[in-house]
T-cell receptor, first 115, second 113 residues
Framework: DAGVIQSPRHEVTEMGQEVTLRCKPI?????LFWYRQTMMRGLELLIY????????DSGMPEDRFSAKMPNASFSTLKIQPSEPRDSAVYFC?????????????FGEGSRLTVL | DQQVKQNSPSLSVQEGRISILNCDYT??????FLWYKKYPAEGPTFLIS?????DKNEDGRFTVFLNKSAKHLSLHIVPSQPGDSAVYFC????????????FGKGTKLTVNP
């Protein structure tokens, strides 16, 4: 079975450019999460969706960040304009909410470098 | 304000010995705890979990202990194997494990042959 698929795996861009990260969750999962990993802050939850609806976006750093989930099989995280401090690994994860196990299935991550 | 803390950034043990990874939390509303393992260039993968109604959960070589009064949990790996070398994240949830997980910063475990 395919796991969570993220693209791109690596992105190098210049400050001020728009960055779009993409995620395809596991089929049948109804919750989707965007996390960011940095050395300083570890794994931080940015936003999560349940049944394509944003439930909690309190972790989104600022208005430059936005996330959408137009359907059950696709989500995007957009940064516009990007800044060097946005450099991090961004993980998408999905889960089956009804399972109640707390088990998230993570993608391999998108490593973003903003110069 | 970190709600889940892993105070040891790294740990090194010999193959065959016990590895003990520790985690402390501050939010008394947390009622479900998980450990994830992460290899380089991969996403974290679920390892083991425990509900706050229990104080111990075992799965093969992995055992998680929960001390609610101390707001502390630990992961024991016995015996440790070189393939266990990875970063281990402790995570907690305040909603019975159904939603939002708060992660610690991780502990890098190295198991030496």
């Amino acid at each position: 079975d395919a796991g969570v698929i993220q693209s791109p795996r690596h992105e190098v861009t210049e400050m001020g450019q728009e960055v779009t990260l993409r995620c395809k969750p596991i089929s049948g999962h109804n919750s989707l999460f965007w996390y960011r990993q940095t050395m300083m802050r570890g794994l931080e939850l940015l936003i999560y969706f349940n049944n394509n609806v944003p439930i909690d976006d309190s972790g989104m750093p600022e208005d430059r960040f936005s996330a959408k989930m137009p359907n059950a099989s696709f989500s995007t995280l957009k940064i516009q304009p990007s800044e060097p401090r946005d450099s991090a690994v961004y993980f998408c994860a999905s889960s089956l909410r009804q399972a109640g196990t707390g088990e998230l299935f993570f993608g391999e991550g998108s490593r973003l470098t903003v110069l | 304000d970190q709600q889940v803390k892993q105070n040891s950034p790294s740990l090194s043990v010999q193959e065959g010995r016990i590895s003990i990874l520790n985690c402390d939390y501050t939010n008394s509303m947390f009622d479900y705890f998980l450990w994830y393992k992460k290899y380089p260039a991969e996403g974290p993968t679920f390892l083991i979990s425990i509900s706050s109604i229990k104080d111990k959960n075992e799965d093969g070589r992995f055992t998680v202990f929960l001390n609610k009064s101390a707001k502390h949990l630990s992961l024991h790996i016995v015996p440790s194997q070189p393939g266990d070398s990875a970063v281990y994240f402790c995570a907690a949830s305040a909603q019975g494990g159904s939603e939002k997980l708060v992660f610690g910063k991780g502990t890098k475990l190295t198991v030496n042959p």
